[in-house]
């Protein structure tokens, strides 16, 4: 099976996530509206672009995923205020701390 690249559009297709399914799709913004899943037809978060879907079998990281996304992390890039970019968490464990700790970074949407 052969993949074409898709020539980015001016719109922009964003991926939005299910952490229900585990799986992420892409589609255009909606403001910030959530989109519904394909799958299960649940409302599905938009994230920005750097956004890598873990595997669907990694139930682990998709819980991190689905934390963050509820504290308003939706792997948009931010600075830590000294010229580096915040490194996002790499398990729940961690996330945990790290949304407290950057809680002034957090997006506000409704989900
Ligand atoms: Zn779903």
Not at 21 to 30: A, D, I
């Amino acid at each position: 099976m052969s993949r074409r690249r898709v020539p980015a559009n001016p719109g922009g297709l964003f991926p939005f996530v299910c952490c229900d399914c585990r799986r992420s799709f892409k589609r255009p913004l909606n403001g910030v509206a959530p989109r519904p899943c394909p799958l299960c037809g649940r409302p599905a978060p938009w994230v920005h672009r750097k956004f890598k879907a873990p595997k669907a079998t990694d139930v682990a990281q998709w819980e991190k995923v689905r934390f963050l996304i509820q504290h308003g992390f939706l792997f948009h890039s931010f600075g830590d205020g000294r010229g580096h970019n915040v490194r996002y968490p790499e398990t729940l464990k961690e996330a945990r701390t790290w949304v407290k700790q950057w809680a002034d970074k957090a997006i506000r949407f409704e989900a």
